[in-house]
Structures are given as C-alpha cells and as structure tokens.
C-alpha cells in the first residue's frame, strides 16, 4: 500500500486554477477525462452563440462583416492562438480543418524545396495526416513519396532528399511527446522544412513556435482549446517564409484583393493567404469568446497541474490495484503530453461500462483506454473518484455486460 501524502481535497486547496471549472458549462455529475477529444463547453462561447446568431445575424445582417468585424475574425483569432502556442502576430491564421490545412502547407513546402522530393512522418501520426500525404502524392506523380521514420531517433533518419518533416508533437494514442526544438534544429541542419501538427499541444502546455524556429504548423481547436465541435482550425506560417509561400488552394478569401473580384489570381502576400473560401463565421465567433478562459492563465501553470493531475491519477490507479488490470503505455511525465494511455483487450467495454458511471474517457483502437487531462476544469477529487469507479469496473468484471461490448459508430 502506497500511502497518500496529500489528499484530494488538499491538492484542490492549493490549486491555483480550481476556480476556473466555473468558467464551463459542464453536466452535474460527470467527470470529463475526454477534453482532449472535445472540451466542453466554456460560458463564454455559450453567450455568444447567443449573440452572434440572434443579434449579429439577426439583427444586423450583412452589416455585421463590417460592423462586427467578421471579416478580420481568421486574423484575430489567429492572433489569440498564436499567444497560446508561442507565435508572435501575424502568422497564424484560424481556417478550414487541420487535414485541409496540411494539403495547403505541404503543396507550399514542396515548392520552396523544389530539387527535393520526399515527405518524412511517422506511421504512427495520425491516420488523416498520413493521408492527406498519401492524396496528395497520387495528385503530384510518381516523382514524389513519403518516408515513414521511427519516432525514436528521428536525427539520424534525416537526409537531404527530404523536402518537408511532418510529425504530430504529442502521440495521439501513447501521449508520447517529441522534443520540437531539437528535431527542427536537426532538420534544419540538412535544410529540410517541417511541419509540426499541434493537434495534443495547443492550449494544453507551453508551446514555442517561435523560439523552436519552426517553419510551418497546424492545430485544430475543439480539443484543449474548447472551441466546439468542428471549429476551425489554425495554420501557422513563420513570417520568414511568408513572402515565398504559395499554397495552391487558391480562394477568393486568399486574394490580395478580395473585393476587387478581378478574374485573376493574385495571392495575399502574408498567412492571409491561406484563407480560401467564406469563413464560417458562427463557429469562428464561438471560438473566439472560448478562447478567453484562457485570459490571466499561463500555460506553465496548466502544464504544472495537468503533472500533477496525471502522477496523482497513477498513484491512485496503484493504491487501488488498478494498474494490475491494465499495461500504461505512455511514456514517462517528461516526454508526454496531457494525457495517459492504458491498454487492455477489453479496453473498448471498460470506456463504455466507465461512461456509464459518468467518467468518459475515449477508447482508440485497436486496445487503448485514452484519459486526457485538462487542467481547467479537472480537480484531483474528480481524478480520486474516476479511479475508484475504474476500479470497481475491473473488480466487479462490469465491462463483461452485453450492452457495453457493442461499438457504436463514433469510439
Ligand atoms: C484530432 C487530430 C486531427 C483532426 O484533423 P481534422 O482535419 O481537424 O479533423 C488531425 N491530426 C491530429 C494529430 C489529431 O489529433
């Protein structure tokens, strides 16, 4: 028996962001362990759903692109982001989705490295990654191919036939998270671009887009950032790339003169240009007001708590002999993000059987209980109690039960 050094209720005391769960509209008795898939909803986005449906449509009309600033809505909130993940104004720009947004930053590095003809990434990325990648070689020719490199080790699997390094800076299924400043410098070393995607990263630890002297990145916006299901996503481009780069998406919303509606193209010549067609504008509002439960809170200090949260999770998960039932494929707290992976060939029923207690966590296929932590809403009696409930699962063989066994459409 591992003995407690402080309670739940202590940890919550002294926690500096415990205050902050009112920020969110979140359903009474359940303990959200899936932020990382989908935040919830914060009060502020709900207030201006409100706003942007009834009164700026509404009541304002077409007025409102003017008049609320819709127009300028990628930009500003580009530049929101762009505190959150380390980028100073002007380079990242909030549209489309990240699978888009790849086809985009891609098209463009390939074509700032024009003798070059291989994208690296990992088999292990994401699959809409990889096949964004694959859709995009077919498009190209034979002439092109990607290169599937170990996450270990990247350094040495670099070479200078690489044209542009893709990789996912937290592990969507283990959490384990790669050393961005040291890779890029690494790809740097052998003039390859890189692309980082920030999908686990954004909003949920610090992330230096500049000081790492990263050339491209993309991240999406329902996850840590809670802007909602289906928000739009982000592009990053470092301002020294800027007046090279050229996607071949070419929208209308990307033209250096919108409204001059000439019949031909002529690029913006900043992160603008990655913009294609009508931004949606309803979803890009509430992510805009969701953004601000993050005003007056610094990553570090989410970063610290989602640590905390995690060994305190483990230590529980111990005590309670829960870990006996499951193999923790994460890799150690400095090298992943703010999530935990534990794997179990029942692990799909567990998620279902734990759900139903009102813990949802996500199952990944083909074997991974996946518990993502977010410091904002979460508190350590939350973490106590999902494990109790996890425990009592395993002890009772609960996820044996007909109704828990069966896969539904979304996992
Ligand atoms: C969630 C996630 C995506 C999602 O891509 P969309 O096109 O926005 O649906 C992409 N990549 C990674 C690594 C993800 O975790």
Sequence with gaps: ????????????????????????????????????????LPKSAEARASEVVKQQWGQDLITSWNKHQW???????????????????????????????????LSAALKMRPGRKVIATTRGNFPTDIYMVQ?????????????????????????????????TQVNFRTGLKLDMQSITALAHDKNILTLWDLAHSAGAFPVCLDDCDVD???????????????????????????????????????????????????????????????PGVIGMSILDAALDVFDGVSLKAIDEKSKKLQAFFIAEAKRAGV???????????????????LAHDEAYAICQAWIAEGVI???????????????????????????????????????????????????
């Design 323 to 341: 870990l006996d039932y499951f193999s923790l494929v994460s890799p150690p707290i400095d090298v992943r993000g703010s999530q935990l992976a």
């Design 71 to 105: 127009i300028s809505l990628p930009q500003l909130v580009g530049d929101k982001i762009g505190n959150l993940v380390g980028a100073k104004n002007g380079q990242v720009i909030c549209c489309d989705s990240i699978s888009i947004n790849l086809f985009k930053v």
């Design 135 to 167: 859709g995009l070689l077919e498009l190209l020719g034979d002439e092109y191919s990607v290169r599937y490199i170990d996450e270990s080790n990247i350094g040495a699997q670099l070479s200078d036939d690489i044209a542009v390094l893709m990789l």
């Design 216 to 278: 491209f990145a993309v991240g999406c916006t329902y996850k840590y950032l809670n802007g909602g299901p289906g928000a739009p996503a982000f592009i990053y481009v470092a301002e020294r790339h800027q007046a090279q780069y050229k996607q071949p998406l070419s929208g209308w919303m990307g033209h250096s003169a919108p409204f001059s509606f000439s019949p031909d193209y002529a690029p913006d010549s900043t992160v603008k240009q990655n913009l294609c067609g009508t």
């Design 1 to 40: 028996m591992i003995n407690k050094v402080f309670s739940a209720e202590q940890l919550d005391n002294k926690d500096p962001l415990a205050l902050k769960v009112e920020a969110f509209s979140l359903p009474d008795d359940t303990i959200y362990l899936d932020g990382n898939s989908l935040g919830p």
């Design 361 to 411: 966590a996500d199952f990944r296929a083909p074997n991974i209980l996946r518990i993502g932590f977010a410091p904002l809403y979460l508190s350590f009696t939350n973490v106590e109690k999902a494990v109790q409930t996890l425990s009592d699962i395993m002890v009772e063989k609960r996820y044996e039960n007909a109704t828990f066994q069966q896969r539904q459409s979304v996992t």
